[in-house]
């Protein structure tokens, strides 16, 4: 990528090329990364590897897509993790037999869990996007409580307990492979072009990036803004949900904290790739390379040897320094 | 007062500015006048040490400026009303006037009783008529630009730059900000006036610096200038004086104005804007909307573009009613609108030219929703060129632009959807002399082209080209001239004086 180097160059930002190349800004610390990965423990590079760092980082790309769509558009979605978790875990319970160890409901076949799954994301979606565009409350304090709420009704239903024995076509998706590669992973994949094709080739993409970067403007060349609003905020949850079920069928559970923090790390991931937190700017691919940079690094540390304990704190300082890193490649001011 | 000398400065490979001088003598109003991208800004910023110059030196009292870092040695000589307000819009007029440097009591706590007599104070020094417990967002423009102007010279500094401070400002606003100055110059200021308004200058200045392309060009005393010399110095060519007017004529005479009209309004009304407005619009007429802030004009141009919904009456584009309040519907019955503020309703700003200059006619771009990016860019750059926007190619992000180019893209994106109707309010505001006429020359053609145009404004230049003036006051149509109206009457008639 010999185009590349020149992105930090000094007077050089103003040549259109570069809005593109920006995108590209987090390559070569990916490559350091993997280099240095490679001389840490050489099972690094290897396929199997590769493939355990994809698909731990699967279920919380697909959230980093959601929050993408929303911070694009000015907004921001506090309550995406909790509905990774609540979304699978409601069709657990009503899915699960009633009595015995299961503590579900019993009210519907198994077959109705993932259908489930998606209605609870939209359904959340809805009301998110009722109280935010309807309303117009504030998204951060809106989806603050959202979160909470929903926090606390996935601890209500399950009793504080893990959901087990699931359905086996909640299970599909997490667990099964295609041609050697787990499906979470094309999912993944196949759900981030459709996000790089849909922010940077489709109307509805690119009238995310005009109400982001002037709300009043995109209404005056006819933007239906509000409605985009809709759609984006939907979409986010409906995707927030699809990642829970993702890792709900890895994990072969629902745990009563499932998603409980991990919104943090959404929003690292999509800083570091180059999203604004004051909307208009950004691209999912952007996004992309921020979760693969932040997973590539903690599997570094992981082949190093680092104590379990230890995990935590360099989870934290791994995002600053990518923070530090994305702002010296790119050479902008993040916000 | 104020002298630079030989001052340099380059960004990468542009040159900003060239071995410039400028020296300001003490008690003067110097004008300093230049198209966009003259190197009007960057010597603002070299002479309020906000930028390094490359080389050359800067002078004030005959003692070498401050070192950059010392800001507070900067305030004490020089102050600075930029063009956008740097007011905070949630705290009071007296808070503003005094952040960051309080008056303290004991415990180091603010006192407050003491701030708002010292703001009032200040204000009272300045003559500045304003509330100092009001917030600083319920002021008015150019209410703000006072405040501004008090608190930059509460610094101790006798030379202030005013950087293009009418841009924002409609006629009567003006007229008081002049007011204002007049009193800072009786009270022996020294003031640098920026400004693309050559009227203003003959107005308020003495003396008068043209730059053009990061050069100095001329400094002549204002006393018996002639404005053509001054638009030649800053256009570095003769210019030829009413050509866009003669275009605005053709039209006039290509028999358009018998068709069935494009617009046509009937009693529409609304609340606390206007009342009982009946205006017609027909192909290939450019009919001005001639009044000050408060007439309402703004708030008609708008509900015929679709931004706000009437209380009353009716209003049909091209013979269809219109959807009252659906900006959408509005563009697809053909109707483009170049809005009041660019950077507020016009541009996206971290969004290229391209994608601005088409947000209007997504279905252009692609199939089915989609856009394809060559389709996106060859339409601009037909755009491009056909409104002479000065850019590096349909890419460039629009906030890279001068404030001209930045309004043609506005332009630009009315245009895309070749309207029926485009309505413009004050679609000069705030650009330069070239880009202006390319402005207006293009509304001449359009409506050659057989488009009706609606212009609100309060720009007796945007009104020349018109076949005809509508003025309104106070929410009402007030009168009406055909072109060739002299200015006098037009004015009197925007201020409401004698009623035609």
């Known amino acids: ?335 | 007062m104020v002298e630079a000398i030989g001052v340099t400065k380059r960004y990468g490979p542009t040159t900003a500015l060239d071995a410039v001088g400028l020296s300001v003598a003490p008690g003067s109003t110097h004008a300093l006048v230049g198209r966009n991208g003259a190197g009007k800004s960057t010597l603002v910023s070299v002479l309020t040490g906000l930028t390094p110059a490359d080389a050359g030196t800067v002078r004030f009292h005959g003692r070498p400026a401050p070192h950059l870092a010392d800001r507070d040695a900067w305030r004490e000589v020089v102050a600075c009303v930029y063009q956008r307000s740097t007011t905070i819009p949630g705290l009071t007029v007296a808070e503003n006037l005094f952040l960051g440097r309080h008056p303290l009591r004991a415990g180091r706590l603010i006192s407050w009783r003491e701030l708002r007599r010292r703001a009032r104070e200040l204000l009272e020094t300045w003559q500045v008529d304003v509330d100092v417990s009001r917030p600083a967002g319920e002021l008015t423009v150019e209410q703000r630009q006072f405040v501004e102007i008090a608190r930059a010279l509460s610094f101790g500094a006798r030379f202030i730059v005013l950087d293009e401070p009418t841009a924002r400002l409609d006629g009567p606003a003006i007229t008081r900000l002049f007011e204002q100055l007049r009193q800072l110059q009786r009270q022996g200021v020294t003031i640098l006036f920026i400004s693309h308004h050559l009227q203003e200058v003959f107005e308020i200045c003495d003396t008068v610096t043209v730059f053009r392309d990061a050069r100095h060009i001329s400094t002549r005393p204002v006393a018996g200038l002639d404005e053509s010399d001054l638009v030649a110095d800053m256009t570095g060519e003769v210019r030829l004086p009413g050509a866009a007017r003669s275009a605005a004529g053709d039209a006039a005479d290509g028999g358009l104005l018998g068709a069935a009209p494009v617009m046509e309004a009937r009693g529409l009304g609304l609340d606390g804007a206007y009342q009982d407005v009946d205006l017609t619009v027909r192909p290939g007429e450019i009919v001005g909307l001639a009044g000050i802030a408060s007439s309402g004009r703004t708030e008609f141009a708008e509900t015929v573009a679709g931004l706000r919904a009437p209380d009353r009456g009716t209003l049909e584009i091209s013979g269809r009613p219109a959807r009252p309040g659906d900006v959408r519907a509005a563009i697809r019955g053909g109707v483009g609108l170049v809005p009041q503020d660019r950077h507020h309703q016009g541009f996206v700003a971290n969004l290229s030219v391209a994608e601005n200059a088409t947000m209007t006619v997504p279905e252009r771009l692609g199939p089915a929703g989609t856009v394809r990016p060559s389709a996106r860019d060859a339409l601009a750059r037909t755009l491009i060129d056909r409104l002479d926007i000065k850019t590096d190619g349909p890419r460039q992000p629009v906030d890279g632009l001068s404030g001209g180019n930045q309004q043609k893209v506005v332009m630009a994106r009315a245009l895309a959807g070749d309207p029926r109707l485009l309505v413009m309010v004050s679609p000069t505001a705030g650009v330069d002399v070239r880009s202006k006429e390319t402005l207006l020359s293009n509304v001449a053609r359009v409506a050659a082209e057989g488009t009706g145009v609606l212009i609100a404004s309060d720009e007796l230049e945007d009104l020349r080209g018109c076949h005809r003036v509508v003025v309104m006051f106070g929410g009402r149509i007030a009168a009406e001239h055909a072109a060739g109206w002299h200015d006098n009457e037009m004015v009197a008639a925007m201020e409401g004086i004698g009623h035609a």
Not at chain 1, 295 to 300: K, R
Request: with cysteine; aromatic share 6%.
């Open chain 1, 1 to 335: 990528m010999p185009d590349n180097a020149t992105v930090t160059l000094p007077g050089m930002r103003r040549l259109p090329a570069l809005a593109r190349l920006r995108d590209l800004a987090l390559i070569p610390a990916i490559i350091v990364v993997a280099i240095v990965g490679q001389a840490v423990n050489p099972v690094f590079l290897e396929g199997g590897n590769i493939i355990n760092v994809l698909q731990t980082m699967s279920e919380i790309a697909v959230m980093v897509l959601a929050e993408t769509l929303v911070l694009v558009a000015g907004k921001m979605d506090l309550s995406l993790e909790a509905t990774f978790g609540l979304a699978p875990g409601i069709a657990a319970w009503i899915c699960l037999p009633a009595g015995g160890s299961a503590h579900g409901l019993g009210w519907l076949g198994g077959a109705w869990s993932v259908p489930l799954t998606l209605l609870v994301g939209l359904a959340i979606g809805l009301l998110n996007s009722l109280l935010i565009v309807r309303f117009g409350l504030s998204a951060f304090i809106v989806t603050l409580g959202m979160q909470i709420t929903l926090h606390g009704m996935l601890t209500g239903i399950s009793g504080g307990k893990t959901f087990f024995n699931l359905p086996s076509s909640m299970l599909y998706i997490g667990t099964a492979e295609w041609g050697g590669v787990p499906v979470s992973i094309w999912l993944c994949l196949v759900l981030f072009a459709a996000g790089v094709g849909v922010l940077g080739w489709t109307r509805a993409g690119r009238s995310l990036y005009a109400i982001g970067g002037n709300t009043d403007a995109a209404k005056a060349a006819g933007i239906r803004t509000d409605r985009v609003l809709w759609v984006a905020i939907t979409t986010a949850s409906v995707l927030a949900a699809v990642g829970g079920l993702m890792l709900t069928g890895r994990l072969a559970s629902v745990a009563a904290a499932q998603g409980t923090g991990d919104i943090f790390t959404v929003f690292a991931a999509a800083v570091i790739g180059g999203v604004s937190l004051n909307g208009g700017k950004g691209t999912v691919f952007g996004a992309f390379t921020g979760i693969l940079l932040l997973y590539m690094i903690q599997n570094v540390l992981t082949l190093a040897g680092v104590p379990a304990q230890w995990i935590g704190a360099f989870n934290g300082a791994i995002i600053l320094v990518a923070l530090i890193l994305s702002r010296i490649t790119s050479g902008k001011r993040q916000e």
